[in-house]
């Protein structure tokens, strides 16, 4: 009974399914005879011509590195940035500041203490102010020499020693690029608590960057306390470029948190500042060592020529005076005037 | 000689990874690395497609440009290709990459990445062909016993074409002019400045 009742329920069924697809035949018959498939793709063309600069076409991917969604980033600018724009910049910065140093020298000559040394001495940065310096000028100095590589090593140096030495001294300078980063970026946020104080721009200043800092004519010297506004220049470009090298440095060195635009980003701002900051680090060299006589003992024993002091930081040696106690003036014991 | 090309047909990629994995057994790519990869456009939604995506082996390469120590070289197939050894693992050709081919072992802090690894069309590197030295640092050289890329080969559904330029780009053509869609010839445009007219 059960397997006839079966058999019939079944046969029923399969003349409905029949009968269905006997009725849907002249349905489907009457449909588009040719449905395109990509009416609604996507469609290469269309999606790049949507992108905006900088933007990627992107999707789905379903490994785990979500990275490589991004399919295609169309945009070549910091190729041609870091190929062109960035090799000028360098060039004209560096080349540019030595030629104006030479013909500066050449003008000006190395800037004596107009009244002539004075055989006293004032103490103008201690030991900490001194390390701190150092810090910050060895690290840079390093950082600088390891970065142009980048830039210009393998237009100037690899053709000298080969792509095999070239590439040995390259990564060895791509190890020290990134630790003494950390050094650097110490360096600039001390230099930046210590000296911050003294480096607030004010009027004098101002006067002091109007007449060259006297630095143009002999015996022109502009009144100036601890820092005069040239220095001041050098304090706050350390300070704020240090600030955006650093950061952006630190991008570049973890890599897990960058993606592909923002790193190119990070390396047209990291490149640039450092072209303009060696420039003007060239420049400041120069005037605290050859250029002038005297400059260099403020950061090798600290303490400078009193005479020299009097002209380069007249209202600093007052104040100094005025606390004697705080200063030492050592040598022979000479009126001070 | 060849102008080698990769072309991947939208239309006929059904998403199935099989390139991807084709390629990193056949090379023994370290862990975290994809030579390959398929990407989903428009995911879930009508006319979803999805591009199987390597190094393209561009024209006038963006890496062999910005690379610091010039470890690119292109070869007479104008497959780009590079050397581990001078390879420094700066990140720059990662930077350049219009699609995000480079790769680096390492993820580590203080940008160790290790040495670049990427695609290499089957075809090795600069050591001497299907050395064991070129086995362990590119993976096979397949072109150098006259096949073409294992991805393109294995395809189940020939999406992926490799081969000479000219010659893929015909058979794409052909498809298209047959079935009368085509979703284009994704890269070429920005790999090889120029692009299929469909």
């Not at chain 1, 992107?58 to 070549?76: E, F």
């Not at chain 2, 690119?72 to 930077?95: P, Q, R």
Request: with cysteine; glycine share 10%; net charge positive.
């Amino acid at each position: 009974m059960t397997s006839m009742l079966s058999k019939v329920i079944r046969t029923g069924l399969l003349s409905l399914v029949f009968g269905l697809f006997v009725v849907a035949m002249p349905a489907s018959a009457q449909q588009p005879s040719s449905v395109n498939p990509t009416a609604q793709s996507v469609k290469e063309a269309q999606l790049l011509d949507a992108l905006k600069p900088g933007q990627s076409l992107a999707g789905r991917v379903s490994i785990p590195n979500k990275d490589a969604a991004n399919l295609i980033q169309p945009g070549r600018d910091w190729r041609a940035f870091n190929q062109e724009t960035l090799p000028r910049i360098g060039t004209i910065a560096i080349l540019g500041v030595l030629a104006l140093l030479v013909l500066f020298y050449l003008v000006r000559g190395k800037i004596r203490i107009d009244a002539g040394p004075s055989q006293m001495r004032i103490t103008r940065f201690g030991s900490v102010d001194r390390f701190v310096h150092w810090l910050t000028a060895t690290s840079f100095i390093a950082l600088a020499i390891t970065g142009a590589n980048v830039t210009f090593g393998k237009s100037v140096l690899m053709p000298m020693m080969g792509p095999e030495a070239f590439s040995a001294w390259s990564g060895m300078a791509k190890l020290i690029h990134n630790y003494v980063g950390f050094a650097f970026m110490a360096g600039v946020a001390l230099t930046f608590l210590i000296w911050v104080k003294d480096n607030i721009p004010g009027a004098t200043d101002l006067k002091w960057i109007l007449v060259g800092g006297g630095l143009l004519s002999k015996g022109t010297h502009p009144p100036a306390k601890r820092f005069n506004g040239g220095q001041k220049i050098v304090f706050w470009s350390v300070v704020l470029g240090g600030a955006f090298l650093s950061l952006s440095g630190w991008h570049l060195l973890f890599p897990t948190a960058e993606g592909m635009a923002e790193a190119q980003w990070h390396a047209t701002l990291h490149g640039t500042v450092a072209f303009v900051m060696t420039a003007l680090i060239i420049g400041h060299i120069y005037i605290g060592s050859v250029g002038m006589e005297g400059a260099f003992d403020a950061m090798a024993s600290g303490e400078v020529d009193l005479n020299w002091a009097k002209e380069h930081h007249s209202l600093w040696v007052k104040e100094e005076m005025e606390r004697k106690s705080g200063s030492r003036i050592s040598g022979a014991a000479q009126p001070a005037e | 000689m060849a102008r080698m090309k990769f072309l991947c047909d939208a239309d006929r990629c059904i998403e199935c990874n099989a390139c991807v994995t084709a390629c990193k057994n056949e090379h023994e790519v370290p862990w975290g690395i994809n030579r390959r990869r398929v990407v989903t456009l428009n995911d879930g939604k009508p006319g979803e497609r999805s591009v199987s995506m390597a190094c393209m082996h561009c024209t006038d390469a963006p890496c062999a440009s910005v690379c610091p120590v010039s470890c690119f070289y292109t070869t007479a197939d104008a497959v780009v290709l590079h050397s581990k050894d001078l390879c420094i693992g700066c990140g720059y050709c990662f930077y350049a990459c219009p699609f995000g081919a480079p790769q680096y072992p390492k993820t580590g802090n203080f940008g160790s990445r290790g040495k670049m690894d990427k695609c290499t069309y089957c075809a090795g590197g600069p050591e001497d062909d299907n050395s064991q030295a070129e086995l362990d640092k590119y993976g096979r050289n397949r072109l150098a016993e006259g096949k073409l890329p294992l991805c393109a080969e294995m395809c189940s559904t020939k999406a992926l074409l490799a081969g000479d330029g000219d010659i893929i780009a015909s058979i794409y053509k052909e498809r298209v002019a047959k079935r009368g869609y085509g979703s284009g010839a994704w890269g070429w445009k920005v790999a090889y400045k120029e692009t299929i007219a469909i």
